[in-house]
């Protein structure tokens, strides 16, 4: 499969703590979406990082990508009770630009 | 600007019935995706299409599926005789174009009774 599996599959944390969560896949990729879902809603999108980028930030967010490791990491700073949601990657692996979403991390963080 | 939306949010259909779901991507953005999205798990890839045209559609689960984009805008899935092993919320979204930034419409929530 190539799908991106995250892991842990679930996080709890207290507000203000960081949380880190990661992805790996198995085939090379394009590019690498991190999308978070509050229950019974849509999916945000939060970065893309693209193969021939290490690094990227937004806000409170960070992603890494290792192509070597075939893994990303989504890590949160001070994390908020708002940031309780699932978290995804997907992974574009073909030139088509469709994703392969793994199950997701889910995070709670307690106020 | 406006996201992606979707109609309806919430369908519930008898089994054996056909549905049709509506997907209006974001203005201007050339790639629409279908997925679906069963309880507890990531989106499943349904199908895609760059304007009018169905590039793939190696996700749709049977010959009961169907979708379509006649303009390269609105786009359209269909399933008939609904089974009950249907029963997902239907996620559609855009992007400017391939290998770009996909955005998610809230979905449509299926339960075939």
């Known amino acids: 499969s190539q799908q991106g599996e995250e892991d842990p599959q679930a996080l709890s944390i207290q507000e203000g703590e960081n949380a880190t969560m990661n992805c790996s896949y198995k085939?090379?990729?394009?590019?690498l979406q991190w999308y978070r879902q509050n229950s019974g809603r849509g999916l945000v999108h939060l970065i893309l990082?693209?193969?021939?980028?290490r690094e990227k930030h937004s806000g409170r967010l960070r992603v890494t990508l290792d192509t070597s490791k075939k893994s990303s990491s989504l890590l949160i700073t001070a994390s908020r009770a708002a940031d309780t949601a699932s978290y995804f990657c997907?992974?574009?692996?073909?030139?088509?630009?469709?994703?392969?979403f793994g199950d997701g991390t889910t995070l709670t963080v307690k106020p | 600007g406006a996201g992606v939306s979707q109609s309806p949010r919430y369908k519930v259909a008898k089994r054996g019935q056909d549905v049709a779901l509506r997907c209006d991507p974001i203005?201007?953005?050339?790639?629409l995706f279908w997925y679906q999205q069963a309880l507890g798990q990531g989106p499943e890839f349904l199908t895609y299409?760059?304007?009018?045209?169905?590039?793939?559609k190696s996700g749709l689960p049977s010959d009961r599926f169907f979708a379509e984009r006649p303009e390269g805008s609105v786009s359209t899935l269909k399933i008939q005789r609904t089974q009950q092993e249907d029963s997902a919320v239907y996620l559609c979204?855009?992007?400017?174009?391939?290998?770009?930034?996909?955005?998610f419409g809230p979905g449509t929530r299926l339960t075939v009774t």
């Open positions: 997907a992974t574009d692996w073909t030139n088509a630009g469709k994703s392969t």
């Open positions: 979204a855009s992007s400017f174009d391939r290998g770009y930034e996909q955005y």
């Open positions: 085939t090379s990729i394009n590019n």
């Open positions: 299409f760059q304007n009018e045209a169905q590039l793939d």
């Open positions: 990082i693209r193969s021939n980028e």
């Open positions: 203005s201007g953005h050339v790639s």
